[in-house]
């Protein structure tokens, strides 16, 4: 019985100190991942109304590739080592392709240009909207169509930190998501009862806790996966693949990567790759129903080359790869088992559409983005009552009545028997241990918790007027993160230097709302498309966003001016009590 309960103690030691120590950074990607599912399409659309909103019957991937490698090569007077187009997707007709410049082996390089297309208007010169170049950790930050769905992504994915340092930072946050996960699921022995009575407790104390374990018990599945997923994906580039190129490969990362993906080396002769339309079609023929989402030219224009297709069969929850003889446009192999030739490739595309909710269309991405959501309220309550339990805050203000009484114990302890700590020689003074590190703590974490919305939501609305104002993505992307960054600092300022806390954070919720409401407004008056334009033409991921921004809008400046009030209304209480409400 004494080492069960001493595990038990143990176990709920790792879970309190692994959740704490990293709670704010993953409560700011746990957020940004609920936004970061829909910004690829459905905020790429919302956020450049200039691209039309169905693709033209016109569009050829053949004429879509040929097109950008002409201007690649005439910009950069290098050839082409592969390409990648990614599909226009229904409801934001933008395509994009990535070339990389062939290495002297012929294989692809580490440099290339990445051409964003309009696919609403053929394929044609005018669908080349925006290009940006660079080497492939640059053109991964750029490849999300819009500078908003490029910060976001890479928001969540790296915190905007210089490769590969942020997503080894993710990385290590994903996996204290997954050991907080297991830790609760072991020390909580009541989680259907938990998961099943939702209670309200006297005492904002209790409250946290029952907040905390109501959604952890709820969510609890979705937590291991996005926790394992997003380990995965962070450390399978940046630290598996070298990994295993040292120990079986000499180091040589590029030829361990064509063993995993199963592409063999270019042959050095060159011959057309065969019309990228008829293998499409052919892929249309073999799985009627199929759904592209990218076409990958390996070793361009060479006796050795090889298109994947990769996409969604009708009704699957994962990709499946079409592979073809890209010299001859034999078909080869469908790849969609995890002990084929490229099971690496495979895997992380198996991973990604779990960790982003990409298998099953908008109903499973808004119930990932409102996981998200909840998850990240998770983090946030278990801070808070982690700090609560160390005995020096009840419910956001330090010095309340009920913070003494708990710190009262000890400060009994810290002082015992008189002016003397405990086990410290007779005639030591003693001093009760100080309570302003957790006020400072919950108060930065009330900043936090308000202030990533706030960026988010200044994010949104400064996206059509950074459009407007900087042609370049790479500096309008720049811009935006200065704008999250900076709401956020001066959240978490406000939050710790003004009182009472709680009209603090009622203040910055209201402007929340009035940012995601000046969104909807800004788009209107600069891009001169407004809800009902956007409902007229049966955009209807475009006007699904603007009815979100608008309630969510509505719902947290109701919440705001109520807790500001409250706040108000407590400090005016606290004043002819005569006690302090910080």
């Given at each position: 019985m004494a080492r069960t309960s001493r595990a038990f103690r143990q176990m709920h030691a790792i879970h309190a100190w692994t959740g704490a120590v990293t709670a704010l950074a993953l409560y700011v990607v746990m957020l940004t991942g609920a936004v970061a599912v829909f910004a690829r399409h459905d905020l790429a659309a919302w956020a450049d109304p200039a691209v039309n909103a169905e693709t033209d019957p016109g569009f050829s991937?053949?004429?879509?590739?040929?097109?950008?490698?002409?201007?690649?090569?005439?910009?950069?007077?290098?050839?082409?080592?592969?390409?990648?187009?990614?599909?226009?997707?229904?409801?934001?007709?933008?395509?994009?392709?990535?070339?990389?410049?062939?290495?002297?082996?012929?294989?692809?390089?580490?440099?290339?240009?990445?051409?964003?297309?309009?696919?609403?208007r053929g394929t044609d010169a005018s669908a080349v909207v925006g290009r940006a170049a660079g080497d492939t950790e640059r053109l991964y930050q750029t490849d999300w169509t819009t500078p908003l769905g490029s910060f976001l992504v890479h928001l969540h994915t790296d915190l905007w930190l210089p490769p590969p340092w942020g997503r080894y930072l993710t990385g290590l946050l994903g996996l204290t998501l997954l050991i907080s996960a297991l830790s609760g699921l072991v020390i909580h022995r009541r989680l259907l009862r938990d998961a099943l009575l939702l209670r309200w407790p006297r005492g904002r104390s209790a409250r946290w806790r029952e907040a905390h374990k109501s959604v952890g018990a709820w969510g609890l599945l979705f937590n291991l996966m996005i926790g394992l997923t997003g380990t995965l994906l962070s450390f399978a580039a940046a630290l598996l693949l070298p990994i295993v190129a040292v120990i079986g490969f000499g180091g040589d990362v590029a030829e361990a990567e064509r063993v995993f993906v199963g592409i063999p080396p270019a042959a050095g002769v060159e011959r057309p790759t065969a019309d990228l339309d008829r293998l499409m079609a052919d892929v249309s023929t073999r799985s009627p129903g199929f759904r592209p989402a990218f076409l990958h030219v390996?070793?361009?224009?060479?006796?050795?080359?090889?298109?994947?297709?990769?996409?969604?069969?009708?009704?699957?929850?994962?990709?499946?790869?079409?592979?073809?003889?890209?010299?001859?446009?034999?078909?080869?192999?469908?790849?969609?088992?995890?002990?084929?030739?490229?099971?690496?490739?495979?895997?992380?595309?198996?991973?990604?559409?779990?960790?982003?909710?990409?298998?099953?269309?908008?109903?499973?991405?808004?119930?990932?983005?409102?996981?998200?959501?909840?998850?990240?309220?998770?983090?946030?309550?278990?801070?808070?009552?982690?700090?609560?339990?160390?005995?020096?805050?009840?419910?956001?203000?330090?010095?309340?009545?009920?913070?003494?009484?708990?710190?009262?114990?000890?400060?009994?302890?810290?002082?015992?028997?008189?002016?003397?700590?405990?086990?410290?020689?007779?005639?030591?003074?003693?001093?009760?241990?100080?309570?302003?590190?957790?006020?400072?703590?919950?108060?930065?974490?009330?900043?936090?918790?308000?202030?990533?919305?706030?960026?988010?939501?200044?994010?949104?609305?400064?996206?059509?007027?950074?459009?407007a104002l900087t042609p370049s993505s790479a500096a309008a992307t720049g811009a935006l993160t200065l704008v999250f960054w900076s709401l956020v600092a001066l959240a978490c300022a406000l939050a710790i230097a003004l009182r009472p806390l709680a009209s603090v954070l009622g203040g910055l919720l209201t402007a929340v709302a009035i940012c995601l409401l000046a969104a909807v407004v800004a788009r209107g008056f600069l891009a001169g498309v407004w809800p009902w334009h956007s409902l007229a033409e049966a955009r209807w991921s475009v006007v699904m966003t603007d009815l979100v921004l608008v309630g969510l809008s509505g719902g947290l400046a109701w919440a705001g001016l109520r807790l500001a009030r409250l706040g108000l209304a407590r400090r005016a209480a606290g004043e002819r009590a005569g006690a302090v409400v910080p």
């Open positions: 991937a053949e004429r879509a590739l040929r097109l950008s490698i002409a201007r690649f090569q005439a910009e950069t007077g290098a050839p082409a080592g592969s390409a990648i187009l990614f599909f226009p997707q229904p409801g934001a007709a933008r395509a994009h392709v990535s070339i990389m410049a062939a290495a002297e082996d012929g294989a692809a390089g580490h440099d290339g240009v990445d051409y964003r297309l309009d696919a609403g390996h070793h361009l224009d060479d006796a050795a080359a090889v298109v994947d297709v990769t996409g969604f069969d009708r009704g699957a929850v994962s990709q499946a790869k079409y592979r073809f003889d890209g010299a001859t446009g034999a078909f080869r192999s469908r790849l969609d088992g995890l002990a084929d030739d490229a099971a690496l490739s495979k895997t992380l595309a198996m991973l990604l559409s779990l960790h982003f909710g990409n298998f099953g269309g908008g109903l499973v991405k808004a119930a990932w983005a409102l996981l998200g959501v909840a998850s990240a309220g998770l983090v946030l309550s278990g801070l808070m009552s982690w700090v609560e339990r160390r005995g020096r805050l009840v419910a956001g203000p330090v010095g309340s009545a009920a913070g003494a009484r708990l710190a009262a114990p000890l400060a009994a302890q810290a002082g015992k028997p008189a002016g003397r700590r405990a086990g410290a020689p007779a005639g030591t003074p003693g001093r009760a241990p100080s309570g302003r590190g957790y006020g400072l703590l919950a108060r930065l974490a009330g900043g936090v918790g308000v202030g990533v919305p706030l960026g988010l939501a200044g994010v949104m609305a400064a996206a059509h007027p950074m459009a």
